[in-house]
């Protein structure tokens, strides 16, 4: 037995318990396996009536496919912990229970504790990634977004509610491999049937962060905080604004926060839920989240280099081009040379065609004078060329001097239909219009912009010389970059999409039911089909979720915005790790993006992710980037301050290298080694034969991303990137969990022990 062979009382209280949730977990197991065998039998009943073909039947039929399908699909999904989580609970101050089956009030009875501070555990519930009922309706697990699972979240020593004893449970698959329990009232002695409440272990917080990491993140259902909790169970009315400085949790409760929303009205967010994410890297890094806290489909994370379907950019420009992409200066710049791009059709300068039996003539001037009438106003551009062809039609009509020769309108109205129809089919007269108000895209108007000379025409008065030269150069590049998206994006606004045939949608019966994103096996390629048809269709969304909102431009504001213009919002960013340089004016934005919508704000004051050693050294450029910004308290300590190497008579590759390697050989999982925009290619190759673990990163790339070792190449080279050069770095020196190495270039300064300038007191 394994308590005598480890001959402890602790350990054989230990065993106790784990083979107590043991039991628990095998009788969810029995019930579970009950629920699949029902609704395996009601998709087979649902079969049989199909084949009756009543229009009742067929209706009832689909009823039933539905319900059992949804069950199948999530039972049949396997979860690593399935149930994770435990609470042993005081008597509440009222016997109400809720639709979950467990008592509602969240503060204990006047007399739930005893006058000698003994209390007897009146409620345990176990808590999991979906809800399970037993046959009588009594709770086996809670879904951990229920009301009911807000203590197991909530509760602590210093405001306990009815929690007596928090616990997490370890498991894989169907065994329990451990517990580990948190005392919130250590001054009660609690029995649960008649038998004092053990505790075991010395935390689940502390076990999860010091867990090597990999290339994915892992969701945190089992030990949220409380004040993460509140984030992320906060009504989804208006903007919920959450700010937390690096590891805080900021990307981890948004993810959560989805989820949540999900269960909580699963019908509004049929619309979908849109997470914006700063890079490709950090969507791949998350997006196995919401998967494994059973959710997908509805939700969408992009990056926002591919917001606009089609384009995935992932290039950077160089700061100073940057600047003037993002900046909202170039609104009017897009909206002048969206007007600017027609007159580059090839269009022959006069208007020829044959109208009642001779030929009638627009000239120049004349052509010109329609076109300018036509823009007048701020209507997209593609939209305006009804307007366009119907005055040219006007004119020509007018030329002919028809008009006057009949004073009966009816007959007048008769002879300008069968004109415009005549006209209008003429090969001359469409080869013309679509020389002469050619349907614009995106790309082509952008395209043009690559043109010097017709860039600064389209941005007198808002771009300096310099600043056309160098946007125009970019645009000359054969790849779009991440600042691109949004200008594509903008100019789509300004030029409207043209005008379609709608498809006809084939009436799917199942419609009328909800949440259908929740695959069912025998529809499911056609529900699949759906599912892509609805996610190329959806330009909006019911909640959009903007992840290191610090970074977003104000054209990204724009473009994000618009995505979510009747949604409501969740906003989650670090002002100190800002790569923008003009935050006032992304601040500007940012508001007019979001509207008038009141906003909840929350800030996270934790940092789980640095040891308290990393966040030392992280904090003296926070002093540096942003005099009097508070940095957030890290949870732990390593006893591993961070290393600092100077090159000495090496090169700069050959010394991170060494580094690299010597970080692998000290730690189980990934390495990260940042280094500034412009060496990224370079960096990847010193690393190419070290393996998958190590990964080379320009700086801008690390964003929200963490690795068990990092090494920071040059300091002063990320610093002087950009004015946001600082915070850059701040982002940089915090992406370690356990071990931190920062190599000192030649501009670094470094002193003695290879402490670069900018890190010295
Ligand atoms: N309650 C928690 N339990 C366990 N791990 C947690 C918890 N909260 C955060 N973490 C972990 O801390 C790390 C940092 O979280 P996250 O990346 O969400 O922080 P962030 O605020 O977005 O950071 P940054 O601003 O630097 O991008 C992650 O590994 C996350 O899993």
């Known amino acids: 037995m394994a308590a005598q062979e480890t001959g402890g009382v602790v350990d054989t209280i230990r065993d106790r318990e784990i083979g107590g949730e043991q039991d628990h977990l095998d009788r969810v197991y029995r019930r579970l396996e009950e629920k699949i065998h029902e609704a395996e039998f009601l998709m087979q009943d649902a079969a049989r009536r199909g084949q009756v073909g009543t229009p009742g039947a067929l209706a009832e039929r689909d009823a039933q496919v539905f319900r059992a399908g949804v069950h199948l699909n999530r039972l049949n999904s396997e979860f690593e912990d399935f149930l994770f989580g435990r609470i042993d609970l005081l008597r509440g101050k009222d016997g109400k229970k809720g639709p979950d ?26 808590i999991g990634r979906i809800g399970v009922l037993d046959a009588d309706y009594a709770p086996l697990v809670i879904d951990w977004r229920a009301p009911a699972a807000a203590p197991f979240y909530r509760s602590t020593p210093v405001d306990p509610g009815r929690v007596v004893r928090r616990r997490v449970i370890r498991s894989k698959g169907r065994k329990v491999l451990g517990v580990e329990d948190d005392l919130m009232r250590p001054e009660l002695t609690a029995t649960l049937g008649g038998a004092e409440l053990p505790v075991v272990g010395d935390g689940a917080l502390m076990a999860a962060l010091g867990q090597a990491r990999s290339h994915a993140m892992r969701d945190i259902v089992s030990s949220i905080q409380a004040e ?35 269960y909580q009205d699963r019908r509004r967010y049929a619309g979908g839920i849109l997470i914006v994410s700063p890079t490709p890297l950090l969507v791949a890094y998350t997006e196995g989240v919401l998967p494994s806290l059973g959710e997908e489909g509805q939700v969408a994370i992009r990056a926002v280099g591919s917001l606009v379907d089609g384009v995935e950019a992932t290039a950077y420009d160089e700061p100073a081009v940057a600047r003037v992409k993002g900046s909202s200066r170039m609104v009017k710049v897009l909206r002048k040379a969206a007007r600017g791009a027609l007159e580059l059709g090839d269009a022959p300068d006069r208007l020829r065609v044959v109208a009642f039996g001779r030929r009638v003539e627009l000239e120049a001037q004349e052509l010109q004078r329609i076109r300018h009438n036509v823009l007048g106003g701020t209507a997209p551009v593609n939209l305006l060329r009804p307007r366009a062809r119907r005055l040219l039609l006007d004119a020509l009509y007018a030329k002919t001097g028809a008009g006057t020769r009949h004073t009966d309108p009816e007959l007048a109205a008769e002879l300008r239909s069968s004109f ?30 690559a043109d010097d000379k017709l860039l600064a025409r389209w941005s007198r008065r808002v771009l300096n010389p310099g600043e056309v030269r160098r946007l125009a150069r970019s645009l000359r590049r054969d790849t779009y970059s991440v600042h691109d998206v949004a200008l594509l994006d903008e100019l789509q606004t300004v030029l409207g999409a043209p005008a379609r045939p709608r498809r006809k949608r084939e009436v799917d019966p199942l419609d009328q039911l909800t949440g259908l994103e929740e695959l069912m096996p025998v529809r499911e390629e056609s529900q699949r089909e759906r599912a892509e048809r609805l996610a190329q269709e959806r330009t909006e969304y019911a909640h959009v979720i903007v992840d290191e909102a610090q970074d977003l431009t104000p054209m990204q504001w724009r473009m994000v915005g618009r995505r979510g213009r009747h949604a409501t919002w969740t906003v989650v960013g670090d002002p100190a790790q800002s790569s923008w340089s003009v935050p006032d004016e992304a601040a500007e934005a940012r508001d007019e993006a979001l509207g008038t919508r009141p906003r909840r704000r929350f800030t996270l004051t934790v940092n789980y992710r640095n040891p308290a050693e990393i966040a030392e050294l992280a904090a003296k450029v926070l002093a540096l980037a942003m005099p009097g910004a508070e940095s957030p308290r890290a949870v732990r300590s390593t006893g591993v301050v961070p290393r600092f190497v100077a090159l000495g008579d090496r090169d700069l590759a050959e010394t991170v290298r060494d580094e690299a390697r010597r970080l692998l050989d000290r730690v189980e ?35 929200g991303l963490e690795y068990d070792a990092t090494v920071v190449v040059s300091p002063a080279e990320i610093a002087d990137e950009s004015p946001a050069g600082l915070r850059v770095l701040y982002v940089a020196l915090t992406r370690a969990t356990q071990q931190l190495t920062v190599v000192s270039g030649r501009r670094d300064e470094p002193d003695a022990d290879g402490v670069p300038d900018l890190l010295r007191d």
């Open 669 to 703: 999982g990934t390495v990260g080694v940042v280094v500034a925009m412009n060496r990224r290619e370079q960096a990847a190759r010193w690393l190419e034969d070290l393996g998958d673990r190590v990964v080379a990163l320009g700086s801008l790339e690390a964003k």
């Open 420 to 449: 415009d129809e005549d006209v209008s089919s003429e090969d001359s007269f469409t080869d013309f219009l679509n020389a002469w108000w050619p349907e614009l895209t995106p790309r082509r108007v952008l395209f043009a912009m």
């Open 228 to 262: 993460q909790d509140l984030v992320i169970r906060a009504p989804a009315a208006s903007v919920t604004y959450v700010e937390g400085g690096p590891g805080t949790g900021k990307t981890a409760v948004a993810l959560h926060r989805a989820a949540y929303l999900l």
């Open 101 to 126: 089956g467990a008592y509602t009030s969240v503060e204990p009875a006047d007399d739930a504790v005893r006058p000698d501070n003994t209390a007897e555990i009146a409620e345990t519930l176990h």
